[in-house]
T-cell receptor, first 116, second 110 residues
Framework: GAGVSQSPSNKVTEKGKDVELRCDPI?????LYWYRQRLGQGLEFLIY????????KSGLPSDRFSAERTGESVSTLTIQRTQQEDSAVYLC??????????????FGPGTRLTVL | DAKTTQPNSMESNEEEPVHLPCNHS???????IHWYRQLPSQGPEYVIH???SNVNNRMASLAIAEDRKSSTLILHRATLRDAAVYYC???????????FGKGTRLSVIA
């Protein structure tokens, strides 16, 4: 079956512009995560959606960052007024509750964002 | 803040076993330890997880210390395709965001 997909794969934007990144999780996965990975660094958690519960936004670095998810499907991460420090690879992952104790997260290929 | 400690880098010769260590001294009795790896220019992928017993799957083995404060990921025969950053992640309960450190960058020499 299809894995997690993300679009666009690459995005170059000018400082101050808004960008939208899209994630299509694996069908049936109730949990969806956004992470950011700066060059040479590990992943930073941004936001987490679990079913109909309120999202965990504790990782969002500023109010310029927001995310939405439609039901248990597609999610968009929006960055307003982009800054050069927002340049990174943005990774989306999804997981299911069908295997208690495992909750393996399946990652998409990421969107590489470059802010000039 | 990361709750696991791993060496920054390790090197292995092709076809030899590799033991990647991880310390997780704050782990509690019901926390799982998960390992992921990230190949160049790809998103992370799940490798293995365990709670108390040693675990084996087609990718690797996981040896968990008796006191559960450390574990070792074992690649039985390293190949060039195993060159990646390996992340030891925990403690983890259920569907929660992963807490990534910088991981161990494994280089495999032909």
């Amino acid at each position: 079956g299809a894995g997690v997909s993300q679009s666009p794969s690459n995005k170059v934007t000018e400082k101050g512009k808004d960008v939208e990144l899209r994630c299509d999780p694996i069908s049936g996965h109730t949990a969806l995560y956004w992470y950011r990975q700066r060059l040479g660094q590990g992943l930073e958690f941004l936001i987490y959606f679990q079913g109909n519960s309120a999202p965990d936004k504790s990782g969002l670095p500023s109010d310029r960052f927001s995310a939405e998810r439609t039901g248990e499907s597609v999610s968009t991460l929006t960055i307003q007024r982009t800054q050069q420090e927002d340049s990174a690879v943005y990774l989306c992952a999804s997981s299911t509750r069908n295997n208690p104790g495992i909750y393996e997260q399946f990652f998409g290929p990421g969107t590489r964002l470059t802010v000039l | 803040d990361a709750k696991t400690t791993q060496p920054n880098s390790m090197e292995s010769n092709e076809e030899e076993p590799v033991h990647l260590p991880c310390n997780h001294s704050t782990i509690s009795g019901t926390d799982y330890i998960h390992w992921y790896r990230q190949l160049p220019s790809q998103g992370p992928e799940y490798v293995i997880h365990g709670l108390t017993s040693n675990v084996n799957n087609r990718m690797a083995s996981l040896a968990i210390a008796e006191d559960r404060k450390s574990s070792t990921l074992i690649l039985h025969r390293a190949t060039l395709r195993d060159a990646a950053v390996y992340y030891c992640i925990g403690p983890m309960k259920g569907n929660t965001p992963l807490v990534f450190g910088k991981g161990t960058r494994l280089s495999v020499i032909a």
